[in-house]
């Protein structure tokens, strides 16, 4: 069987016992299959069995392995004796595969930091990408479901009616509708509410419903103020952010559930979904679109620019400053006014990309 004999120095336990015995696997001398574990001490025979009845565990690194008896359980360390034994048994490609992955540490570190380059592409340019094109072809039923259950959801959470009476929302409509009518391919309107906890704020919603807060009227100085925030949230609409975000949340839920095994990420997302449409969530990538959009919207119809960056400035320093210059001075806003500009500490930014176009 062997040309040059096996002879393994290892630990012997019989069956049902957790005695250990010093001893030695031995090959048959006379050629067959057989093997003999012999005690070490006396060269008594304590097991034998064909080379088809015993099962040499894996080799992993340098730990100890078995190999199994019917009569019990012998283990070694010889790994190069016990290698014969394995490859005359189990000619098989897999055998040893463990070890080898586990002795190819290039090869593990490789996979692991093509598995992260792989993973990140996916997170950055996939799931975005894949959430684009599902929002643009989204029906237009399920955009309408969608803004109904958001504006249900906010209206019994943190909006109250608005405050504002009758003349005042009709003045505010008339200002807004020429703009409205620049976009006949898209179903625009305005609703008025009072923000609550929100406060001065925003939101477009996918079926092009867009809400304005009370605060958020309060505060203008200037009809134009509320106009270039009136398409800035058209841009949101037109681009379909608010519908990007939600497809996107539910692509990393849904990829997060299927590699953690857990669905309760994909749960808490749709109980957080009203707020993916207002201005605490988008992305500063969709808020650079909206603001060029508002922009070169505002150029277009020789409005002054500067109406932009001067409500930014009022929402982010709750009034303090009127001008880039007086606002820097005052250091990082703390706005409780509004929470408008909180997750996009770029305001100075954007303000001065609107400022700069006036001079164009
Ligand atoms: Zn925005």
């Known amino acids: 069987m062997f040309t040059t004999p096996i002879v393994v120095e290892g630990s012997w336990y019989a069956a049902g016992s957790s005695r250990r015995v010093p001893a030695r696997l031995c090959s048959d001398s006379k050629g067959t299959d ?69 002795s190819h540490r290039k090869f593990i570190a490789a996979t692991a930091a093509f598995m992260l380059v792989f993973g990140w592409c996916v997170y950055a340019y996939g799931i975005p ?28 959470t943190l909006f109250s009616p608005s405050t504002l009476n009758a003349e005042e929302q009709t003045r ?7 703009l409205l009518d620049d976009y006949p391919y898209l179903t625009l309107q305005v609703l008025f509410r009072d923000g609550g906890d929100l406060g001065a704020n ?25 106009r270039a925030i009136l398409l800035h949230e058209i841009a949101h609409v037109h681009h379909r952010h608010g519908v990007q975000s ?32 207002s201005e605490l969530s988008y992305s500063r990538r969709f808020e650079r679109e909206a603001d060029d959009f508002a922009r070169d919207a505002m150029l277009y119809r020789g409005m002054d620019t500067d109406h932009f960056g001067r409500i930014m400035l009022r929402l982010t320093y709750d009034g303090r400053c009127e001008t880039l210059e007086a606002c820097r001075t005052l250091g990082e806003p703390e ?23 006036a001079a164009d």
């Open 246 to 277: 939600v497809v996107r949340g539910s692509l990393m839920a849904l990829a997060w559930g299927l590699l953690v095994g857990d669905s309760s990420a994909t749960a808490e997302l749709v109980l957080t979904a009203p707020l993916v449409f």
């Open 335 to 357: 706005s409780s006014l509004s929470k408008y500009l909180s997750t996009h500490p770029v305001t100075e930014e954007r303000v001065q990309r609107f400022s700069g176009s």
């Open 172 to 178: 505010w409509l008339e200002h807004f509708q020429p």
């Open 202 to 226: 925003a939101l477009a919603l996918p079926d092009g419903t867009m809400i304005f807060t009370d605060q958020l009227v309060s505060l203008a100085e200037h009809p134009d103020e509320l």
């Open 34 to 102: 057989q093997f003999d574990i012999l005690d070490q001490a006396t060269a008594e025979v304590l097991a034998q069995a064909r080379l088809t009845e015993i099962k040499v565990s894996s080799r992993i690194g340098n730990t100890t392995r078995f190999v199994g008896f019917p009569a019990g359980k012998f283990t070694s360390n010889d790994h190069a004796s016990l290698d014969r034994i394995a490859q005359t048994q189990t000619p098989k490609r897999w055998s040893g595969l463990a070890h080898r992955l586990e």
């Open 129 to 156: 990408g894949l959430a684009r094109v599902v929002a643009m072809h989204l029906p237009a039923p399920v955009t309408e479901q969608l803004t109904q259950e958001t504006l249900i959801a906010l209206d019994r």
